[in-house]
């Protein structure tokens, strides 16, 4: 995970707006007139005080834009779990992305900042990492003593495969995380599930994820979870349901088949 340098400017980025806000004016302050009228026994100092008293424009409006695009940032982070349901301001871009995959018209950075409200909305306090566009660890969330780590993967086409889940089951165990999540606006492999299993690690598609949306959007509880009387699919990651043969050999007998059938007609024995 990429770390920061400790400069000023990082540390008033990591600030939300509602404190870069009143800091800008409380800088202004400061530098106009507080430093100024300030007793010094240095004539150093005092001229220093006094040439400083120039910047308070020019710092406080900087501190002032970061607060506005945190802000900015802020409100869109808002809006995408209502645009994502279907409940968004924006008729016209509903409708659009009602066309097609909204999980697959927003940008990768989107896709990341969703998966975080969504958890936000889960009561989890999210922190965002700079991975960058497929870099490592995306997210970490802690809730009630539990550590998370999320990686987020938007990929367009293929599954995600063993490959890329291995590597966080890695890095999870070097991070010394309770558990780990891939975050997907598709599919899996079957070999993905295969390695997940009986680990802590949640493999999550895009149509749980929908359905994450949804509850939240609504306020309904959410399990991402498969309950012990569940099950799901290891070839697309949707639920397993019992279904009862029809005919042929094992006529009458009970099996489990997946949801999404005939999309994916992946059975297991029941």
Request: hydrophobic residues 40%.
């Amino acid at each position: 995970m990429a770390k920061r340098n400790g400069s000023i400017l990082d540390l008033l980025f990591t600030l939300p707006w509602w404190v870069n806000g009143p800091l800008s004016l409380i800088v202004y302050e400061l530098l106009k007139d507080g430093l100024p009228r300030s007793y010094f026994e240095s004539p150093i100092s005092a001229s220093l005080a006094n040439a400083l008293s120039t910047f308070a424009a020019p710092i406080a409006s900087l501190i002032a834009f970061i607060a506005l695009i945190d802000l900015i940032k802020s409100l869109h982070k808002k809006s995408l779990i209502p645009r994502m349901s279907g409940k968004g301001a924006f008729g016209f871009l509903n409708a659009f992305e009602s066309q097609t995959d909204p999980l697959k018209s927003i940008t990768w950075r989107e896709f990341e900042m969703l998966v975080g409200e969504v958890y936000k909305s889960l009561g989890y306090k999210v922190f965002e990492t700079k991975g960058g566009a497929d870099g490592g660890i995306d997210l970490i969330l802690k809730r009630n003593g539990e550590k998370a780590i999320v990686q987020c993967k938007q990929w367009r086409t293929q599954k995600i495969g063993v490959k890329t889940v291995r590597e966080l089951y890695g890095v999870m165990v070097a991070e010394n995380a309770d558990r780990a999540i891939v975050m997907c606006s598709g599919t899996y492999t079957g070999e993905a599930y295969v390695f997940a299993k009986g680990k802590p690690l949640e493999l999550i598609g895009g149509t749980q994820l929908k359905g994450m949306i949804d509850s939240v959007s609504t306020n309904r509880p959410i399990d991402t979870q498969p309950k012990l009387n569940e099950k799901s699919c290891v070839s697309c990651g949707n639920k397993m349901l019992v279904r009862t043969a029809k005919k042929g050999p094992n006529a009458g007998n009970k099996f489990w088949g997946c949801s999404a059938f005939p999309r994916c007609r992946k059975t297991q024995e029941y």
